[in-house]
Every structure is written in C-alpha cells, then in structure tokens.
Nanobody
C-alpha cells in the first residue's frame, strides 16, 4: 500500500521558515516525480513545486520562486520543501504527491497523495 506522509508543518511568524518532509513507502518510487501542492481555505489546491527523480528538473510556482526549495533523498524515499520568508498568504494545508513520468503542474496528473500538513503564518 502506497503511503505519503507529510510532517513539519506548524505555526510560524511572518518572515519565518519551515521545512516540510514527505516520507514515501509501499513501492519503488524510481522514476517518479514528487510534487508539493497547497490548499488554502476556500481556494483550490495549487501547485507549489515538483522535482524529477534525478533531481535535474525542478519547477516552482512563480510566487514561491526564491523563497521555497524542493529537494529529495531517493535513498530514503523522502522529499523536502524548505520554505523561507513565509507570508500570511502561504497559510494552507501542504500536501505531497507522486506521479510517474515528467514534472507537471496539473494536480490531476498525480496519482498518489498524502494527507497534508497545516502551515499557518501569523502576521
């Protein structure tokens, strides 16, 4: 059974940092793209970042460029999202997801999903 389990969320002040982790298990993730998405209350789930299996191809949503960094540890089947200079508008539930193939922005193309972790940025 495939599982993606996020951790590292919490409450942080504006300008602060958090590091999210997503531990994947239940199958080989060789060749899988890992992505992060977020969903704020009353809004649709949106793309944050994604990283290819090799780590050679990474994409970020424009509003996260320069503040968020995605990385992965293939040996440990873990993907990370380092978030810096956080803003109140970053408040959301952050979820990781996996898909086989190329990096994609469209959430509907991801097959496996975690339950999410809450990130709250206070002003």
């Amino acid at each position: 059974q495939v599982q993606l389990v996020e951790s590292g969320g919490g409450l942080v002040q504006t300008g602060g940092s958090l590091r999210l982790s997503c531990a994947a298990s239940g199958r080989s993730f060789s060749g899988y793209v890992m992505g992060w998405f977020r969903q704020a209350p009353g809004k649709e789930r949106e793309f944050v970042a994604a990283i290819a299996w090799s780590g050679g191809l990474i994409n970020y949503a424009d509003s996260m460029k320069g503040r968020f960094t995605i990385s992965r540890d293939n040996a440990g089947n873990t993907v990370y999202l380092q978030m810096t200079n956080l803003k109140p508008e970053d408040t959301a539930v952050y979820s990781c997801a996996a898909r086989f193939g190329t990096v994609a922005y469209n959430r509907h193309l991801y097959r496996y999903w975690g339950q999410g972790t809450q990130v709250t940025v206070s002003s």
